[in-house]
């Protein structure tokens, strides 16, 4: 049931036909994940935290950074100053915002080890980041455990979003047959992005969950919407099931089901940077490591918080996280990454 306060609160969207009281206690009773905290997954995440989402799940693993808040609407300067992980960040503002709901914040990265776990306590996940192997893995996680979740992506001044319901619409993997490589595919980083299309696609993720939720209105199910807010441009493509299918009618999960190595390393497409993550979560002590490190003069330490020790390892910035998962500046090689992280954690 509804409180005074929650009445008085969702008042405006309760008197909407399609919600009503009942619509308002589904969207309290559900539960959700948003993965990727970007500009498409700051604006749902607003969007739903406002409408009264009981549990919301933000997973990121990214810290905020200067160059995210023109677009990135939860964030701020002092964000950047402090090394804020972005869901943190977003849980801070967020609570604050709605303190009648449940929010977590999960600082991880989304692998074949953590996937699953993520995403199994909730009812729809929402797909907002920023490369397509995650992507697909999601997609595979969500066809083999039955959850629907909303996909979305904006470059420039244009953006897509479709909504997937494994067991009844076309998967990624239908549309998509093979994974694009990670320079195949133009990054915010090398185009450029308009601050309003991701917000839009966001937004557009947001409306399509609630619809969802309570049980109401035309989903975007095996089609795409696609926007131009350049041109004012908006326009709707349908796809099909593809009868082969890997994923969602042979039911194979490569990603998924992929053995990790010791350590996995990423080339992140268009950031010059390189990640790192143990294939084990070390629980590194981040006030201990930096201690060690200050005995090599080749290392400079420029911040220590809670979520991360930042480092400067001759000419490459360095940021590293309790558990282990490193991200190194300057350097597009996995080789010289790696070189890097060996100088830093002994495995």
Same mark, same amino acid.
């Given at each position: 049931?509804?409180?005074? /306060? ?16 009942? #619509?308002?206690?589904? @969207? ?5 994940? %948003?993965?990727?905290?970007?500009? $498409? #997954? ?16 933000? $997973? ?20 950047? !100053? ?50 397509? !192997? ?15 979740? %909303? ?15 494994? #067991? /009844? ?25 308009? #601050? ?22 035309? *989903? ?35 990603? @998924? ?10 080339? *992140? ?29 080749? %290392?400079? $330490? ?32 996995? !080789? ?8 830093? %954690?002994?495995?």
């Amino acid at each position: 049931m509804l409180t005074k /306060k929650e009445l008085e609160r969702y008042s405006r969207q309760i008197v909407f036909p399609r919600i009503r009281e009942k #619509g308002q206690e589904k @969207l309290k009773q559900s539960k959700l994940a %948003i993965l990727g905290l970007g500009g $498409i #997954g700051s604006a749902a995440a607003l969007y739903l935290a406002s409408a009264g989402v009981g549990y919301i799940k933000l $997973i990121d693993r990214d810290f905020v950074e200067l160059g995210n808040i023109h677009r990135q609407i939860l964030y701020n300067e002092a964000d950047v !100053e402090e090394y804020k992980p972005k869901a943190i960040a977003s849980k801070e503002k967020l609570q604050k915002m709605n303190t009648n709901i449940v929010i977590e914040a999960v600082v991880e990265d989304f692998n074949p080890l953590t996937a699953e776990r993520m995403v199994m306590d909730v009812d729809m996940i929402l797909d907002c980041v920023d490369n397509a !192997e995650t992507r697909f893995l999601l997609n595979e996680v969500c066809v083999k455990h039955e959850k629907p979740f %909303i996909h979305g992506a904006a470059i420039g001044g244009t953006g897509i979003v479709t909504t997937i319901i494994p #067991g /009844k619409t076309p998967c990624l993997k239908c549309v998509y047959q093979k994974i694009p490589e990670p320079d195949a595919i133009p990054t915010c980083e090398v185009a450029g992005v308009m #601050g309003p299309a991701p917000g839009l696609v966001g937004t557009i993720e947001a409306m399509e969950a609630i619809k969802y939720l309570v049980g109401f209105g035309n *989903l975007l199910e095996s089609k795409f919407l696609y926007v131009d807010i350049s041109l004012l441009d908006f326009g709707i493509d349908e796809f099909e099931k593809d009868p082969n299918c890997l994923v969602c009618v042979k039911r194979e999960f490569p990603l @998924l089901t992929k053995p990790m190595k010791r350590v996995a390393i990423t080339t *992140l497409c268009g950031r010059n940077a390189v990640q790192v993550t143990p294939k084990k979560t070390l629980g590194l002590n981040l006030e201990k490591l930096a201690n060690e490190l200050k005995r090599n003069p080749e %290392i400079k $330490i420029e911040k220590m918080t809670p979520y991360l020790l930042a480092i400067n390892c001759g000419k490459y910035p360095v940021m590293i996280s309790p558990s282990g998962r490193t991200l190194i500046k300057n350097t597009k090689s996995q !080789e010289e990454a790696k070189s890097v992280f060996n100088r830093i %954690i002994r495995l």
